[in-house]
């Protein structure tokens, strides 16, 4: 039994001094110490988790870094190859234009020679043509032919230019090159001679009993009797000049280099 009684009173002023006996005030701290340890154990736990928690959180944070710092860093990376692409696109669309310009002066710098290279050509053509007409009328004016204008347009198309020799050659109807007896080359002398002796409408009358003449002598005569101008001369002999030069070469060449000389052939 407890030796003195200390029960508080509602009415008793709280702040007066409890007075317990030794088990009573034994029970009293086993109690307290027990919600004490009870407090401390549901706050260790509290503590626990929320440790637990902010390590979690932590480590989410961690994570979440990483993941946006990879995010800034992809972002980055697509922002500068994006703008690599572009760049690259357009230096491509800038050479394509450098191309199609390029391609267009070339073509353009291709017509204008291929219009320059036509002049020339047509020049060059013209020169020719001029060259043959000259060539053809200084050889037929040599003999008495009444429309020398005639005679060039009939006999046009019997004289072509050799390129290879770069002179005017004689053809047949075929345009084959003609060849005298001799095995030369018809020149343009002996062409229009041959002419004039088909074409006897064409020669003046006063002169065609001389065509005859000349061709009633053709063979036969002495070299001696051979004049410059009647194998080279305005007035020459086709057959005179074959004979001339099969028989004696060293004298025809030396009548043509002086038939060359006074102009009559080139």
């Not at 086993?30 to 440790?51: P, S």
């Not at 051979?226 to 028989?247: C, Q, V």
């Amino acid at each position: 039994m407890p030796t003195e009684a200390a029960v508080i009173d509602p009415v008793i002023d709280p702040k007066e001094k409890a007075i317990f006996t030794p088990e009573q005030q034994e029970l009293l701290n086993q109690i307290v110490q027990k919600r004490i340890d009870r407090h401390g154990k549901d706050l260790k736990t509290e503590i626990d988790t929320l440790t637990a928690d902010k390590k979690k959180l932590e480590t989410e944070l961690a994570v979440a870094k990483d993941t946006l710092a990879s995010a800034a860093k992809g972002s980055a990376e697509s922002s500068e190859a994006a703008v690599t692409v572009e760049s690259l696109k357009n230096e491509l669309e800038e050479v394509k234009r450098s191309s199609k310009t390029i391609l267009l002066e070339k073509e353009e710098m291709k017509k204008q020679l291929e219009t320059k290279e036509k002049g020339v050509l047509d020049v060059q053509n013209q020169m020719l043509e001029l060259r043959k007409q000259t060539e053809m009328q200084f050889a037929a004016q040599r003999l008495p032919f009444v429309d020398m204008e005639a005679v060039i347009v009939l006999t046009q198309k019997f004289i072509k230019y050799d390129k290879d020799t770069d002179s005017f050659t004689v053809v047949n109807e075929k345009g084959a090159p003609r060849f005298n007896p001799v095995g030369d080359p018809y020149t343009l002398d002996e062409f229009y001679n041959e002419f004039a002796q088909q074409k006897k409408h064409l020669v003046r009358s006063d002169a065609i009993a001389g065509l005859g003449t000349a061709e009633s002598n053709r063979s036969g005569l002495p070299n001696k009797g051979f004049k410059i101008e009647d194998i080279f001369g305005p007035k020459a002999d086709a057959r005179k000049a074959m004979t001339l030069k099969k028989s004696d070469p060293a004298k025809y060449d030396t009548m043509r280099k002086e038939a060359v000389a006074l102009g009559w052939l080139r």
